[in-house]
């Protein structure tokens, strides 16, 4: 079954602290891994698209990789304005038309 | 935003009752689609549509129609409301890129 999963669940991290976030996946064939930002009360808002092992795409302080069987999301020296629940998802190559979302992770940084 | 707006953005119902939520956009995107959100299961697709008078089912789509008249505007009707469809209802379109989605606001609908 395909299927997205998200690790860890919160991460609280100090601002300047960077660290990664996990995305993993078991898919039959993807067509793309996204990765979304979303902020309380709010709809997510798109970051990235990748579409094969060994991409990476960077804006600001977040780049996205992707391997064959995971994606991360590395946030270097977090500010404050970085806290949100950033969410993974894949569109399988057996529909075109559908994108499949993980559970998220919720990042808060303290000052 | 992408111009999509969501009409209500908040509504309190009665179990029973059926419910229309209305999507709007601007920009004359082909694919639009409905989401809801609950905590634990994370956005879930509901419905969507490739077109006017195209649409087809997503994951949850039990006890949910929708309609596309149409382009800019994409219909979400609960039948007859239960508590169990208590969520955030989120509408999307497919932008620039092949697979790359915007979202509007949200809808928060309570049934009590």
């Known amino acids: 079954e395909d299927q997205v999963t998200q690790s860890p669940e919160a991460l609280r991290l100090q601002e300047g602290e960077s660290s990664s976030l996990n995305c993993s996946y078991t898919?039959?064939?993807?067509?793309?891994l996204f990765w979304y930002r979303q902020d309380p009360g709010k709809g997510p808002e798109f970051l990235f698209t990748?579409?094969?092992a060994g991409e990476e795409k960077e804006k600001e302080r977040l780049k996205a990789t992707l391997t064959k069987k995971e994606s991360f999301l590395h946030i270097t020296a977090p500010k404050p304005e970085d806290s949100a629940t950033y969410l993974c998802?894949?569109?399988?190559?057996?529909?075109?038309?559908?994108?499949?979302f993980g559970p998220g992770t919720s990042l808060s940084v303290i000052p | 935003d992408a111009g999509i707006t969501q009409s209500p953005r908040h509504k309190v119902t009665e179990t029973g009752t059926p419910v229309t939520l209305r999507c709007h956009q601007t920009?004359?995107?082909?694919?639009m689609y409905w989401y809801r959100q609950d905590p634990g299961h994370g956005l879930r697709l509901i419905h969507y549509?490739?077109?006017?008078?195209?649409?087809d089912k997503g994951e949850v789509s039990d006890g949910y129609s929708v309609s596309r008249s149409k382009t800019e505007d994409f219909l979400l009707t609960l039948e007859s409301a239960t508590s169990s469809q208590t969520s955030v209802y989120f509408c999307?379109?497919?932008?620039?890129?092949?697979?790359?989605?915007?979202f509007g606001p949200g809808t928060r609908l309570t049934v009590t």
């Open positions: 999307a379109i497919r932008g620039q890129g092949p697979y790359e989605q915007y």
């Open positions: 898919v039959s064939g993807l067509r793309g």
């Open positions: 990748l579409y094969s």
């Open positions: 998802a894949y569109s399988p190559k057996t529909s075109y038309d559908k994108v499949i």
């Open positions: 920009e004359n995107h082909r694919y």
């Open positions: 549509s490739y077109g006017v008078k195209d649409t």
